[in-house]
């Protein structure tokens, strides 16, 4: 059993910067962040190996950065350039550590952290 305890969230005006935190109590080959905007499914954003291959959603490319430390069972999410349709509740994800690569549904992922708040004001 993996436990994963968002932080970070908040509210930034259009062009703004934040960043996420992911904390899991234990080891995780991939991790990754989903989001879920209101009246939307949830959605994959980024994820990440232990050995640091990413993978982002187009819409993210060249905004977002994922990265991690393994040492310390943390993940992060910088994202730069937001705008309103970046608003969302972001949720950290694990897979089961059977997982080798990174999925983009939300189906294969065995562990949630309970969301944090992203709000982009125009």
């Known amino acids: 059993q993996v436990q994963l305890v968002e932080s970070g969230g908040g509210l930034v005006q259009a062009g703004g910067s934040l960043r996420l935190s992911c904390a899991a109590s234990?080891?995780?080959?991939?991790l990754a962040w989903f989001r879920q905007a209101p009246g939307k499914e949830r959605e994959f954003v980024a994820g990440i190996t232990w050995g640091d291959r990413t993978l982002y959603v187009d819409s993210v490319k060249g905004r977002f950065t994922i990265s991690r430390d393994n040492a310390k069972n943390t993940m992060s999410l910088q994202m730069n350039s937001l705008g309103p349709e970046d608003t969302a509740v972001y949720y950290c994800?694990?897979?089961?550590?059977?997982?080798?690569?990174?999925?983009?549904?939300?189906?294969?992922?065995?562990?949630w952290g309970q969301g944090t708040q992203v709000t982009v004001s125009s």
């Open positions: 994800a694990a897979a089961p550590n059977f997982a080798t690569s990174i999925a983009t549904t939300t189906s294969v992922y065995e562990y």
């Open positions: 234990g080891f995780t080959y991939v």
